[in-house]
């Protein structure tokens, strides 16, 4: 899986990816992501160029001895750096998945893309509902 989340947006954009190496992966942080933007990650070698990018890149270490989870690089007292709130997100869709109890893998990536879509919308009121159900506005005064 690759993921990213935006700090500000809180925008989510996941994918089924069939390996985690550099050439993967930045391509998935090039399709989902603007430049300038700052990406903050754990140490894997994979995301070593994506400076190359035109992106930022801050990384924190879990390698045990050596383990940080977050840090304020700039110290304004807010530990910015950080992968936590990707760690959230990969727990939430870890929750939505248990219920069906076992995945196919051919099916994984539809499963995510609800996860994503519902984690987007964030707040689905009844015209957003009637829209997606094809259901015409009520008139009457009856519920």
């Given at each position: ?46 995301y070593?160029?994506?400076?190359d ?15 940080e ?24 869709l ?39 159900l ?10």
């Amino acid at each position: 899986m690759a993921g990213v989340v935006g700090r500000d947006s809180g925008q989510v954009r996941l994918e089924v990816v069939k390996h985690a190496d550099r050439e993967t992966l930045q391509d998935f942080v090039e399709r989902t992501t603007g430049e300038g933007t700052m990406l903050y990650t754990d140490e894997w070698q994979a995301y070593h160029h994506v400076p190359d990018t035109g992106r930022g890149l801050g990384q924190v270490c879990h390698t045990p001895g050596q383990r940080e989870w977050a840090r304020d690089d700039d110290g304004d007292g807010i530990r910015e750096v950080h992968n936590n709130t990707l760690e959230g997100t990969w727990t939430g869709l870890r929750n939505f998945l248990r219920p069906f109890r076992g995945v196919s893998k051919w099916f994984l990536a539809q499963y995510v893309a609800i996860f994503q879509w519902a984690h987007n919308v964030k707040t689905a009121t009844d015209d957003f509902l009637r829209s997606l159900l094809g259901a015409k506005a009520s008139t009457s005064s009856e519920s």
